[in-house]
């Protein structure tokens, strides 16, 4: 059997832009991907801590570096720059795996 398990986590970071003309989802710096174990195009799910808004989306790489957390699209009604935001991603792992599985968190306080 398969279960759900927290996978990676930023937990309170700072939005640093947003562009509605974009089709869709988040640009994040490529370093906080990789610090987390994100992949460009993996699914996410994106938590305003300052309205309480949670949407889904996937994640776009953005340049290392830089520091960047865009929000992209009609996802931007939700979402505006300056905004503190938790972003997860899930996956499916054996039960048995699942018991001991360790997600990769990064914590901006």
Do not use: C, W
């Amino acid at each position: 059997m398969l279960i759900e398990v927290l996978k990676s986590k930023i937990h309170r970071i700072k939005v640093t832009d947003g562009n509605l003309n974009y089709v869709g989802s988040l640009t994040l710096d490529l370093d906080l991907m990789d610090k987390v174990g994100l992949i460009h195009g993996e699914k996410i799910q994106v938590l305003n801590v300052e309205n309480g808004e949670r949407l889904e989306t996937y994640v776009i790489q953005g340049e290392r570096g830089k520091g960047e957390v865009i929000v992209n699209g009609p996802a931007t009604f939700k979402i505006k720059k300056g905004d503190l935001v938790i972003i997860n991603s899930y996956a499916q792992v054996e039960f048995e795996l699942a018991k001991n599985f360790q997600p990769k968190l990064l914590i901006f306080d």
